[in-house]
């Protein structure tokens, strides 16, 4: 694996509290707009929102039932973008569970030189696969010792910052999918394109919040202003797939048993 550059990608950033300009120098960072500040971590910046508060959300209203025939495919076509196989995939420790699949990051079409965001990055396993291949990825996480710990539902993130956003089984870890998606959409330059995975028939897991259907990723995507999308089912994961994968045999000490046996 390559080493993760610590290099801060400055330019992008503006405040998550007000979306101001961000003042970052030795004594630390702070809002030039609403004074906030945020803190160094040991492998970046802390730039989650700095007080709880409320935000609203934008949602389509009025519709007469949703068509989703156009959208919904039994299997994801191969796309025009990047060309990496199955096995470095596996490889990149980005296979199991979140199931990243050739056919799905063949629709991030981003040419060298891009900036990706790897929204929800873990252990920055994706930009194992971009950096050789000449594409920056600025990895954020909501825990973890990342670049950049940020709350998806306000990103730190400028206006067009990014040319393509991937994003591996987090959506069902947040509490707005709605809010989500509009920040995304935000983020990224006109006519990029988000691609990714979601829970839908997973048990509850890591405190998910939303286990997305077809019909509600196309709302909260349409909502947030995307288009021309495609949903399909991950090969191979179905829910005896889930239950062996994630632990979750009857009888067995996986996750969530220990989850109720707390509660
Ligand atoms: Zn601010």
Not at 168 to 183: G, N, T
């Amino acid at each position: 694996m390559s080493a993760p550059s610590d290099t801060l990608h400055t330019e992008l950033l503006r405040c998550p509290d007000c979306g101001g300009p961000l003042d970052i120098n030795d004594e630390g960072i702070a809002c030039t707009e609403c004074a906030a500040r945020f803190e160094r971590t040991r492998s970046g910046l802390d730039l989650r929102p700095s007080h709880v508060q409320r935000r609203d959300v934008l949602i389509t209203i009025g519709q007469r039932g949703a068509d989703i025939s156009d959208i919904l495919v039994d299997q994801l076509p191969v796309g025009n973008g990047l060309d990496i196989g199955a096995e470095e995939i596996f490889d990149a420790g980005l296979f199991h569970g979140n199931r990243l699949s050739p056919a799905l990051i063949s629709h991030l079409a981003v040419p060298t030189g891009s900036t990706v965001l790897d929204l929800g990055c873990g252990a920055r396993n994706v930009r194992s696969l971009l950096q050789p291949r000449g594409i920056d990825t600025v990895d954020v996480d909501a825990v973890g010792d990342v670049p950049y710990l940020v709350d998806a539902h306000s990103l730190p993130f400028r206006e067009s910052a990014f040319d393509g956003i991937i994003t591996l089984a987090v959506l069902e870890h947040v509490r707005s999918p709605h809010q989500f998606m509009a920040e995304a959409f935000r983020v990224l330059k006109p006519g990029a394109r988000i691609v990714g995975t979601s829970a839908f028939l997973e048990v509850f897991h890591m405190d998910s919040h939303f286990h997305t259907t077809a019909l509600g990723l196309t709302a909260a995507l349409q909502d947030a202003g995307f288009e021309d999308l495609v949903i399909a089912p991950t090969p191979n994961w179905d829910i005896g797939a889930i239950l062996v994968d994630m632990g979750y045999l009857p009888g067995s000490a996986g996750p969530h048993t220990r989850r109720f046996a707390r509660g």
